[in-house]
């Protein structure tokens, strides 16, 4: 009875051999994965958000265009806005000058002149000048002694500034810069508005009448 129960248990041990190695993993080989455990997601970077596109200015304004008022022989209002021509010096509207051995309102002249340059049609000797109905556009440039706009301004392809030089009736503002000294040349050598008699610049007059 004896030899039987062991050699029994000698055949059951010798049946689950197989089973056990079977379990076992070869050597030198990982275990593979329970294909039905869930598999963990990997995080994704979060996208970064795009940044802000700043967006361009709207075209700055070129100026101010409309119909001018005359204030003096250098100054114009446009659009209820008041401009300095550019580049020019006119004499003031009450500054006194010579001619032909008599005294006579210049101020007033170059103010008239600029006045008559408005028109839509301005004879200047051997040409004529085309003023576009009395529209006018300013382009601001800098800043006259009084905080005033000092544009550059033309009615039709006419710049204002150039054309009182050359009449004789405004002088090259030399703190602006030179752009006009040929019209004022032009004007001298021709004895043409101001320059037909005698006169003080406008800024010494200013300087002698006005303190400044």
């Not at 689950?16 to 190695?21: E, I, K, S, V």
């Not at 997601?41 to 200015?57: I, K, L, W």
């Not at 022989?73 to 032909?100: H, K, M, S, Y």
């Not at 006419?158 to 503002?173: H, Q, S, Y």
Request: glycine share 10%.
């Amino acid at each position: 009875m004896s030899m039987t129960r062991a050699a029994l248990f000698l055949l059951l041990g010798t049946l689950m051999m197989p089973l056990a190695f079977a379990q076992a993993p070869p050597p030198g080989r990982a275990p593979v994965p329970n294909v039905r455990a869930p598999v963990a997601s990997v995080a994704q970077p979060s996208a970064a958000p795009a940044p802000a596109v700043n967006q361009p200015p709207g075209p700055a304004g070129e100026g101010v265009a409309g119909t001018a008022r005359v204030v003096d022989g250098d100054t114009i209002r446009v659009d209820g806005r008041t401009f300095r021509l550019w580049g020019i010096d006119a004499p003031e509207i009450v500054q006194p000058c010579q001619r032909d051995g008599l005294t006579y309102a210049c101020g007033r002249s170059a103010a008239a002149y600029l006045r008559t340059l408005l028109s839509p049609a301005i004879p200047t000797g051997d040409r004529t000048l085309d003023a576009a109905s009395a529209q006018v556009v300013c382009v601001p440039r800098a800043s006259d002694q009084y905080g005033r706009p000092a544009a550059l301004c033309r009615a039709g392809s006419m710049d204002l500034g150039a054309e009182m030089v050359r009449a004789g009736w405004a002088l090259v503002l030399t703190r602006h810069g030179t752009d006009y000294a040929p019209e004022e040349e032009d004007a001298r050598q021709a004895l043409r508005g101001l320059w037909a008699g005698s006169f003080d610049t406008p800024w010494d007059w200013r300087a002698k009448k006005l303190g400044e």
